[in-house]
């Protein structure tokens, strides 16, 4: 009784320090965005355009890299590929035209829209906003991507563990398989439920399909090496990084320029912000900017196949150095094999009855062994002293 309370203790107090550390990772990335950088063109005669640059200095410092872009149509064509966040098109004897790019994010856009705004307003100016690259009908709050990332991420994470505790003692490949079949059946059913039952993310769905099933992959396969690397406490270690840290940086409730500093920096690299990122490129940007995303879900795939190898290759060794283990061979972790390399080799054999067939003891044994048996004519007394390895030798 005493004993079960202690342990309903700690994993309460355990439950509320992950609480603790989701409510700041999520505060912290939430709590007072803004943007750092944000690439705004400016279609404009060169001192108008330095006067757009001082404005926005002034007001917000910091927040916006202001870039001269001699045409609109250069400057809509940014937007399209992703390469700025926004622009203000002077038009001579007619009023400034804002664009935007919802489908970047609606934050984004909101932020953009209203420095950029504000400036217009200073120089005595309307202006009309123009929304480029805008969200569909079907996804008019630019959420579903959120829904396809966290849809894929949680059962992928409740899925690597189950495949762990019941094919801990099996070769590491069985895992893998049961990863392999759940991102090819969870890709489909994404397509399913996100196209053509919702019409959410409409357009592409082969890029669609291909996408589910590349985030999909690398969220499952991460927590497969994460155990294979550290056992049934490698999920604690896949739970920071990819739902406390992971889910605060993807990119949808503040987008990445607009994430403060440390968080900013990592997003990139996160699996979640890349699989947000990629999903948008390929439904509203035609492909455009995919190249960052798609390296880091590569970079996640390839690390945690490299994982599982090494892991897989250190279960061989330990099984043809101890046959007998083999269950108990698979289930030791990398960590575990790197702190004890021999965890199988100290076995004692066996007493016998009969001192004729009984075997040499182990060198690495630490007592002193006797067997007492009977052969045809009298009994017998076998005293065998086994020196513990590093003395004597």
Known sequence: MKQSMARMTILGAAAAIFSCLFVLSFGYAQHAPRPHGVRIDVVAPPGN???????????????????????????????????????????PGAQPWILTAGAEGVPLQQAVSKALGNVARGQGDEQMMVDVVPLPDGDRAGLSVFALELGLLVPAVIGAIAFFLMGARTRIWVRVIGAVVYAALASALVWVSLDVILGALTGAPWALLGDAAMISGAFVLSVVALHSLFGLKGTAVAAIALFVVGNAVNGVAVPTSMLPDGYRQIAPWMPNNAAVNLVRSDMYFDGH?????????????????????????????????????????????????????????????????????????????????????????????????????????
């Open 49 to 91: 355009v330095e006067q757009v640059r001082h404005s926005l200095d002034d007001a917000a410092p910091g927040y916006f890299d202001v870039r001269p872009v001699p045409t609109e149509t250069l400057a809509r064509q940014h937007l399209q590929h992703m390469s700025t966040s926004g622009a203000l098109v002077e038009r």
């Open 289 to 393: 900017g995919q190249g960052g995303p798609l390296l880091t879900l590569a970079l996640w795939f390839g690390v945690a196949v490299v994982i599982v190898a090494a892991a897989d290759l250190v279960h061989l060794r330990l099984r043809h150095a101890t046959p007998a283990s083999v269950p108990e061979v698979y289930a030791t972790s990398l960590v575990d094999y790197l702190r004890s390399p021999r965890p199988h080799a100290h076995r004692r054999t066996p007493a016998t009855s009969d001192p004729s067939t009984m075997s040499e003891p182990p060198l690495d044994a630490d007592s002193v062994r006797i067997a007492i048996g009977e052969t045809d004519r009298t009994p017998a007394v076998v005293v065998t002293l086994a020196i513990p390895v590093g003395e004597g030798q």
